[in-house]
C-alpha cells in the first residue's frame, strides 16, 4: 500500500472518526481506524460497533493498493500538526509499520491487521428516501439538548423519529425529552415515506450534527430493523438504534395555556443568563414574578447572593413560577424569531413555548417547585 493525500482532506476524515471511536475500548482494534486504498479512493472507516463511520477520499494519488488499520487518535494527532493542505505520503512498510511523511517529518506507526476490523455488509436499500441536510440538521438542533442522560431510562437517550400526518401534509416529527422538559420539531415530506418509528442515540445524534454542519446537499435514509444509515456526498453513518417504546408525548403537550407571555428574544435570553450567574449550580430556580406588562425575573441563593430584572413584557395577569435557568436558556438560544411566547396555565403546570419564527417546533418546560 503506497498513496499520496492533501492534508486538510485526510484530517477532516479522521477529526470525524475521533467522535465514532470510544476512548477506552477493551478490544485493541476498535481504537483503529481502517484505511483501504483501491477503486482509485481512500476508505477511512471507524466503528465502536454501534456506530460506523464511512468516509472516502478520492482526490489520492495511488502507487499501490492496499489496507491496514493504525490507532487513530495516534495518526490524526501528526496528521492534525502538520502544515495545512500540504501532500502527506502514506505507505505500509515490509514489517508492517504504516510510515507517514510530510515535508521533513517522518513517522512509523504500529498496525494491526485489516482482517480483524469489524465490517458491516447490509443492505439498507429497499426503503431509501432523501431528506435536505439543513432540514434534518434543524430537527436534531431543535431537540437535542432534551434528550435525557438517565440511563436507566434507556428510552429517552435519543431522539424519537416518526412520520405524521397533519390535515394531509406528511411530515418527519422528531420528539425529545428528559421528563422535566421536551422539544418537539417537524418538517414538511414531499411525500409519504416507508419509515418506521425509530430512537436514534445520542451519540449518533451529536456525531450526525458534526457532519451535517459542514455539508449542504441531500442525506439519503435508509433503516433496517434495529439500524439506521445516513448517506451524505462522501460520508455514511450506520448506527444502531435504541431498543425501547418511546412515552405518548401528545398526552404530555399542555392544552389548557391560555396565559400568553409574549417577549423580545434577545431581551430575555440575555435577561435569564445574567440573573442565573448568581447561581453556582444553576439548580436554583429562576423566579418569574409576573404583573400586567411586567416581569420581574430574580435568583436567591443562599450562599452566593441574590439578583433581580425587571423587563416590559405584553401580559395581562397576575403569575409567580420559577424555572431551572439552563432550560429556558437551551430552549431560547434555538428559537428562529425576534419574540418568544411562553403560555401558562398556573404555578404549578408546565410552560409552553412557541417560536413566532417557526411554527413547526414546541417545547415544554416543568416549573420547578417550592
Request: glycine content about 4%; aromatic content about 8%.
Amino acid at each position: 500500500m503506497k498513496f499520496n493525500v492533501n492534508q486538510q482532506d485526510l484530517q477532516q476524515a479522521l477529526n470525524y472518526c475521533q467522535g465514532v471511536i470510544e476512548k477506552r475500548s477493551t478490544l485493541p482494534i476498535l481504537s483503529n481506524v481502517l484505511l483501504d486504498v483501491s477503486n482509485a479512493q481512500l476508505t477511512i472507516t471507524a466503528t465502536d460497533l454501534d456506530l460506523i463511520f464511512i468516509h472516502q477520499i478520492k482526490n489520492i494519488e495511488i502507487i499501490e493498493e492496499g489496507k491496514t488499520t493504525t490507532v487513530s487518535s495516534t495518526i490524526y494527532d501528526i496528521v492534525r500538526k502538520f502544515s495545512s493542505g500540504k501532500k502527506i505520503n502514506l505507505s505500509l512498510s515490509d514489517t508492517n509499520k504504516l510510515q507517514i511523511e510530510s515535508e521533513k517529518s517522518n513517522f512509523n506507526l504500529n498496525c494491526l491487521s485489516p482482517s480483524e476490523f469489524p465490517l458491516t455488509d447490509e443492505n439498507f436499500n429497499d426503503n431509501e428516501f432523501s431528506i435536505n441536510s439543513k432540514s434534518l440538521l434543524k430537527l436534531l438542533n431543535k431537540c437535542k439538548f432534551s434528550v435525557s442522560n438517565d440511563e436507566t431510562r434507556h428510552y429517552l437517550s435519543g431522539i424519537y423519529f416518526h412520520q405524521t400526518e397533519v390535515e394531509d401534509k406528511n411530515y418527519l416529527t422528531a420528539v425529545a425529552t428528559d421528563s422535566h422538559r421536551m422539544s418537539i420539531s417537524k418538517i414538511r415530506l414531499d411525500q409519504k415515506i416507508s419509515f418506521e418509528p425509530i430512537i436514534l442515540p445520542k451519540k449518533t445524534i451529536f456525531q450526525l450534527v458534526s457532519l451535517l454542519d459542514n455539508y449542504d446537499g441531500d442525506v439519503k435514509i435508509s433503516n433496517l430493523k434495529s439500524k439506521i444509515k445516513f448517506k451524505l456526498n462522501n460520508s455514511v453513518l450506520i448506527s444502531k438504534l435504541i431498543d425501547g417504546k418511546f412515552p405518548n408525548y401528545i398526552q404530555v403537550i399542555p392544552k389548557n395555556n391560555q396565559k400568553k407571555l409574549e417577549i423580545d428574544l434577545k431581551l430575555f435570553l440575555g435577561s435569564v443568563d445574567r440573573v442565573a450567574s448568581v447561581s453556582l449550580d444553576k439548580k436554583d430556580g429562576v423566579k418569574f414574578s409576573l404583573i400586567k406588562d411586567s416581569l420581574n425575573l430574580s435568583v436567591n441563593n443562599t450562599n452566593s447572593g441574590d439578583g433581580n430584572e425587571t423587563l416590559s413584557v405584553k401580559f395581562d395577569h397576575d403569575l409567580e413560577i420559577s424555572f431551572n435557568s439552563r432550560y429556558l436558556i437551551d430552549v431560547a438560544s434555538q428559537l428562529d424569531g425576534e419574540k418568544v411566547e411562553i403560555y401558562f396555565n398556573d404555578t404549578g403546570s408546565p410552560a409552553l413555548i412557541k417560536d413566532p419564527g417557526d411554527f413547526d417546533s414546541i417545547y415544554v418546560v416543568m416549573p420547578m417547585k417550592g
